[in-house]
């Protein structure tokens, strides 16, 4: 690895300052050298995608650390760009953060689980998703804005998981459409060949084919880059975008796709929910010192704002309390944010929302590099069982993200939820207050 050059700290504005220290955080996070020595992180493909590592290693020219606490994960320096690499346009490796990574892990995802997905775009970890999901279960991604969702199906494609993906492009704060879980029944209607028996009628959704190949609409992504974003607003139908052969929707029509809506059973409901709603990136080393060059003026604007920060937060809250009825398991994540507001008060008002709960340890963190942040243990006071932990990821010696998760879910083990929040590329912490 090459010597790391020490840079010059960035004068942080006092505004920021003020910001850092009402939410507990360590200013010197910001001023350290973490982002010329803080590795990134590549995803193998699973599968005989390890095998390919040696092939990697030779192409990228450097040696791949395997992140030990992490299945599938490796690091390496900063400064290696994987885009041009033959192993990344083959579709062997995605780029994809560590702590992204481990948020999915906690989701604790089985095959055959019914996962929803509500902020997909751009899709890294519906890739996740799909690859832990293998071939059974389901998953529907959702996203409020259509040109990023569609850059989601163009990576779907590129990776070959979109099987038993569906992508609605819709707002996830009222998007109440249930899996496909009748699907199941359909797999009677299979011959022994895997063919449809029942007739397919002119109204019913035919097999997705692709108009273009996934490099065709990765090149006119690129070209609609400028354009004007394509975002819902408010309550309106959801709009299909991409479903997979095996997604359930083959052969369904119109008003069976749509009719399958908000229900008070958890039998119909999904098992996973992750919630990644946007958040005001404050929790990124990278980005904050980016405001350098952009001016700590557009930082006031972006970050400090607090009617901005309330209305992320209030996204946050909305689209993790939607209707949890038909919800098992809610991980909600807070990628980019550090702060009290994203993290702690919106799993806060979650719990108000629902009293008959409790916080918990994550298991899938046990192992993890991490600290506690400041997690509220609430006594068992009934049927739902809540679990609710802010954790620091610790990479290198630094500390790299925070997740914090909320796990919601019914005693008797049969409807859970959890939310989660993380701050990905390795980039800041909050000061446990521990
Ligand atoms: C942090 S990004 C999600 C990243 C994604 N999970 C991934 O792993 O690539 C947040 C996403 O939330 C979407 N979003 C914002 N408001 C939304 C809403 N009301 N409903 C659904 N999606 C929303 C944005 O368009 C954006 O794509």
């Not at 973490?34 to 992180?41: F, G, Q, V």
């Amino acid at each position: 690895m090459e010597a790391t050059i020490p840079v010059p700290s960035p004068p942080l504005p006092d505004a920021f300052l003020d910001f850092l220290n009402e939410n507990g955080l360590d200013p010197s996070i910001y001023a350290s050298t973490t982002s010329h020595t803080t590795p990134r992180y590549i995803r193998v493909k699973p599968g005989d995608g390890e095998a390919h590592v040696p092939e990697i290693e030779a192409e990228i020219n450097c040696k791949l650390e395997r992140v030990d606490w992490l299945p599938g994960f490796f690091s390496i320096p900063p400064q290696i760009q994987i885009a041009s690499t033959n192993a990344y346009r083959e579709g062997k490796i995605y780029g994809m953060d560590a702590a992204s990574g481990a948020a999915v892990l906690a989701l604790d995802v089985s095959p055959g689980d019914h996962v929803l997905d509500l902020c997909a775009a751009p899709g890294a970890k519906l890739c996740m998703l799909s690859d832990l999901l293998g071939s059974s279960g389901s998953l529907t991604g959702v996203d409020v804005a259509r040109h990023r969702l569609a850059s989601c199906r163009t990576i779907l494609q590129k990776y070959a998981l979109g099987d038993r993906c569906r992508l609605f492009v819709a707002d996830g704060t009222s998007f109440s459409l249930l899996p496909l879980r009748a699907y199941e029944s359909e797999k009677k209607c299979l011959n022994s060949t895997g063919t449809l028996l029942f007739e397919e009628t002119m109204d019913t959704f035919k097999e997705w084919l692709p108009k273009r190949s996934w490099k065709e609409r990765k090149r006119a992504s690129k070209e609609r880059k400028g354009i004007v974003s394509q975002i819902v607003q408010g309550p309106q139908e959801p709009e299909l975008i991409f479903y997979g052969q095996h997604s359930g929707v083959v052969g369904l029509s119109k008003s069976e796709l749509f009719r399958a809506a908000w229900s008070n059973s958890s039998d119909t409901g999904y098992d996973k929910v992750l919630v990644d709603a946007e958040c005001t990136h404050d929790g990124s080393i990278r980005h904050i010192q980016k405001f350098e060059h952009w001016g700590w003026k557009t930082l006031q604007r972006r970050v400090l704002d607090a009617e901005r920060t309330d209305t992320l937060a209030h996204l946050q809250a909305t689209i993790s309390s939607l209707n949890t009825c038909w919800i098992r398991f809610l991980l909600q994540l807070c990628f980019y944010s550090l702060t009290v507001a994203q993290n702690e008060n919106v799993v806060e008002q979650f719990l108000s929302g629902n009293p008959s709960a409790e916080l918990q340890d994550i298991d899938a963190a046990k192992n993890w590099p991490c600290k506690s942040g400041q997690a509220v243990m609430t006594p068992i006071t009934g049927f739902i069982l809540l679990s609710y932990v802010i954790i620091t990821i610790v990479l290198s010696d630094r500390v790299a993200s925070t997740v914090n998760c909320l796990f919601h879910h019914i005693a008797n083990g049969e409807q859970k939820s959890f939310n989660g929040g993380n701050s990905t590329n390795c980039l800041a912490h909050r000061q446990s207050k521990k």
